[in-house]
T-cell receptor, first 114, second 113 residues
Framework: SAVISQKPSRDICQRGTSLTIQCQVD?????MFWYRQQPGQSLTLIAT?????????ESGFVIDKFPISRPNLTFSTLTVSNMSPEDSSIYLC???????????FGEGSWLTVV | GQNIDQPTEMTATEGAIVQINCTYQ??????LFWYQQHAGEAPTFLSY????GLEEKGRFSSFLSRSKGYSYLLLKELQMKDSASYLC??????????????FGRGTQLTVWP
């Protein structure tokens, strides 16, 4: 298995502010993924974070709102910009390990926007 | 695209067996995953199927039929702690972006004493 650490685990944020979520993995991985889980909903992929290149965003998600960094093979950040109450969600990073038969999630970052 | 369908809720009693079904429609299928998610926690990996058949792992088993676009998660000897949401997720092979998953809405399982 892998140890995937996310910070912060929880936060309450003011409307209009931005927050950066960090994801640290204890082994090198090629791709990291950022998901969102809104209250009562399932997980939706925001973007794929590739080391050394721009992140690839899914439909409905844009770089200006969710800028991502991937400076090395063990670390990534997701920023939620200009937050509104609709951004209140769990944000999760995910990595694929081994031969692709195991995909793990971090502990999640619970954000509440007031 | 992809369409992943699973029941919204299920209930069962302690010690029983429950089967949670998942159907999917996708192109370039490259594996199906099951996750368990307790309230207030992140999803925990349970199983992975890429070939047809049954994968057994302790009290949990997962089955896949690629031709039918169908999978199920079988939970045996249910315990109260198995009360959770169970998420079916499909990996769709698309170029080099392996690892991205598409999730169903989850099945909330309640185990009664």
């Amino acid at each position: 298995s892998a140890v995937i650490s996310q910070k912060p685990s929880r936060d309450i944020c003011q409307r209009g502010t931005s927050l950066t979520i960090q994801c640290q993995v204890d082994s090198q991985v090629t791709m990291m993924f950022w998901y969102r889980q809104q209250p009562g909903q399932s997980l939706t992929l925001i973007a794929t974070a590739n080391q050394g290149s721009e992140a690839t965003y899914e439909s409905g998600f844009v770089i200006d709102k969710f800028p991502i960094s991937r400076p090395n093979l063990t670390f990534s950040t997701l920023t939620v910009s200009n937050m509104s109450p609709e951004d209140s969600s769990i944000y999760l990073c995910s990595v694929e390990l081994g031969t692709g038969n195991t995909i793990y999630f971090g502990e999640g970052s619970w954000l509440t926007v007031v | 695209g992809q369409n992943i369908d699973q029941p919204t809720e299920m209930t069962a009693t302690e010690g029983a067996i429950v089967q949670i079904n998942c159907t999917y429609q996708t192109s370039g299928f490259n594996g199906l995953f099951w996750y368990q998610q307790h309230a207030g926690e992140a999803p925990t990996f349970l199983s992975y199927n890429v070939l047809d058949g049954l994968e057994e792992k302790g009290r949990f088993s997962s089955f896949l039929s690629r031709s039918k676009g169908y999978s199920y998660l079988l939970l045996k000897e249910l315990q109260m702690k198995d009360s959770a949401s169970y998420l079916c997720a499909v990996r769709e092979e698309r170029g080099s972006t392996l690892g991205r998953l598409y999730f169903g809405r989850g099945t909330q399982l309640t185990v009664w004493p």
